[in-house]
Antibody
């Protein structure tokens, strides 16, 4: 059974850079698209960006200049970096796998809550 | 960006009832439409992809239909575990976008 586990700091200061890691277990990281998706408390879902296992990336233009997603296939990990944080970046951050296309998210992590506050 | 809307934003229903949720895209997305269920404090779960294909392991009481700009998720007989928030999502163009959600709670 494929499992995804996000990890990272729960509290980050404004203007700093958020770094999150998603570790994949129980399945291959190859031949899939891997996305980061976030959900502000009590609100809806926002796609942040994806990386293909080969390293190809695509980002949401609303965050494009602040986002970097990378993958380490040997460790079966993907990473998210989001810079210049503000309170609006406070959210539950999920990593997810897409199987049928870039955006059909069939496996999700449980999410990690990130609060941006001084 | 393609804007997704859902109606209603919330509904109350009883166990055994038939429930229908509508999703509309701001432009044609052919059949590139997914449905997710999110229970409280849990990650979303893929129910239906490509507008009408049931994800493996999802009960057959869930069904999806539509193409172009108008889509429907139907739960034929609501079960206690179905009380949740449902999101549609377009996978036609980047950035992929989600609808605002429809919360289904107990009448």
């Amino acid at each position: 059974q494929v499992q995804l586990q996000e990890s990272g700091p729960g509290l980050v200061k404004p203007s700093e850079t958020l770094s999150l890691t998603c570790t994949v277990s129980g399945g291959s990281i190859s031949s899939y698209y891997w996305s980061w998706i976030r959900q502000p408390p009590g609100k809806g879902l926002e796609w942040i960006g994806y990386i293909y296992y080969s390293g190809t990336t695509s980002y949401n233009p609303s965050l494009n200049s602040r986002v970097t997603i990378s993958v380490d296939t040997s460790k079966k990990q993907l990473s998210l970096k989001l810079s210049s944080l503000t309170a609006a970046d406070t959210a539950l951050y999920y990593c997810a796998r897409a199987e049928y296309s870039e955006y059909d998210f069939d496996y999700w992590g449980q999410g990690t809550l990130v609060t941006v506050s001084s | 960006d393609i804007q997704m809307t859902q109606s209603p934003s919330s509904l109350s229903a009883s166990v055994g009832e038939r429930v229908t949720i509508t999703c509309r895209a701001s432009q044609s997305i052919t059949s590139y439409l997914n449905w997710y269920q999110q229970q409280p404090k849990k990650a979303p779960k893929l129910l239906i992809y490509a507008a009408s294909t049931l994800q493996s392991g999802v009960p057959s009481r869930f069904s999806g239909s539509g193409s172009g700009t108008d889509f429907t998720l139907t739960i034929s007989s609501l079960q206690p575990e179905d009380f949740a928030t449902y999101y549609c999502q377009q996978s036609y163009a980047s950035p992929s976008t989600f609808g605002p959600g429809t919360k289904v709670d107990i009448k």
